[in-house]
T-cell receptor, first 113, second 116 residues
């Protein structure tokens, strides 16, 4: 049973460019959340998708947007990249109900130059 | 709003000894869950242990146990018989329960180094 998979694992982009990160949830999970983890910090919640809609959003600008597909996979898009967007981006999947834990992928390390 | 505080930036322990990683939290929710994750240098967050706010007994998972003191709002992780492979970052996190929202709030983490 595959866990949460993210692609790509590493990415280098130039300021002002746009980037798309991808996530496939653990089998059976219907909810996907995205987190940004800056160096030396704990992960910060970006947003969560359920039933193809954004259900909850953290304190991130509109440059950060996402999508969830019918198969529950998800994309995170970041427009007009800034140097400060350099971070590890983590995807987590879970069931929509209950008290179960979220499972995380290995992350995408984004470097903006 | 919810907040997690981890006051130990780094901890050192010798192999086979026990170590306690501290975590305090603040929330106005009546029902919440507390989680501990391990993050090796590879980056993946690995779930270790869960404690519900209404659970009367402290959670245990193998060598991991959670010392839950609700009145003190603390949820410390105890690792018994440390192993070299336990060297990693450890994050305490929480989220409300019985809502449709599953946003996890994380602390700043504790780096654990296990020496031979």
């Amino acid at each position: 049973d595959a866990g949460v998979t993210q692609s790509p694992t590493h990415l280098i982009k130039t300021r002002g460019q746009q980037v798309t990160l991808r996530c496939s949830p653990k089998s059976g999970h219907d909810t996907v959340s995205w987190y940004q983890q800056a160096l030396g910090q704990g992960p910060q919640f970006i947003f969560q998708y359920y039933e193809e809609e954004e259900r909850q959003r953290g304190n991130f600008p509109d440059r950060f947007s996402g999508h969830q597909f019918p198969n529950y996979s998800s994309e995170l898009n970041v427009n007009a990249l800034l140097l400060g967007d350099s971070a590890l981006y983590l995807c987590a999947s879970s069931y929509s109900t209950g008290t179960t834990e979220a499972f995380f992928g290995q992350g995408t390390r984004l470097t903006v130059v | 709003a919810q907040k997690i505080t981890q006051t130990q930036p780094g901890m050192f322990v010798q192999e086979k000894e026990a170590v306690t990683l501290d975590c305090t939290y603040d929330t106005s929710d009546q029902s919440y869950g507390l989680f501990w994750y391990k993050q090796p240098s590879s980056g993946e967050m690995i779930f270790l242990i869960y404690q519900g706010s209404y659970d009367e007994q402290n959670a245990t998972e193998g060598r991991y146990s959670l010392n839950f003191q609700k009145a003190r709002k603390s949820a410390n992780l105890v690792i018994s018989a440390s192993q070299l492979g336990d060297s990693a970052m450890y994050f305490c996190a929480m989220r409300p329960l019985n809502t449709g929202f599953q946003k996890l709030v994380f602390g700043t983490g504790t780096r654990l180094l296990v020496s031979p």
